[in-house]
């Protein structure tokens, strides 16, 4: 079970009242806030023709990022990426620690990592903080 702090169960409460989407999980990076909303509820925190993430992206004053929220870890991985396309994923676990390698083409591969590692670095803290994870990109 997470713990929530003070600042996520703020920033979970602005983000339902302006959408109406219900929030699994919240994490704020030092570059976005990012929510895990419940699965089906996208449509709704999108709103029509992006109403609703372009106020809440007013809100906050900084980039919001939006994942539907999944139980299994290879699901996961692949609502983190999308668009992008993973060729494969391969779990490796040894004692209390996991580890997600993530395989994309050499072409997606600086998408994947996102500029100064942005989109990695925000990957890696909902791997971590939902499944314990680490995460490692491969790029053929």
Known sequence: MVELSNDDIKCITTFESITGAGVHD?????NAVVFLIIPGDLG????KKGANITRVRQAFGRQVLIFEDKEDIEQMVRELFAPIPVTHINIHEKMDNKTVYVT???????????????????????LLRKFNADLRINAR
């Open 26 to 30: 919240c994490i704020i990076t030092e």
């Open 44 to 47: 709704k925190a999108i709103g």
């Open 104 to 126: 994309v083409d050499e072409k997606d591969r600086g998408m994947a990592i996102g500029r100064n590692g942005d989109r990695i670095k925000t990957h890696r803290q909902i």
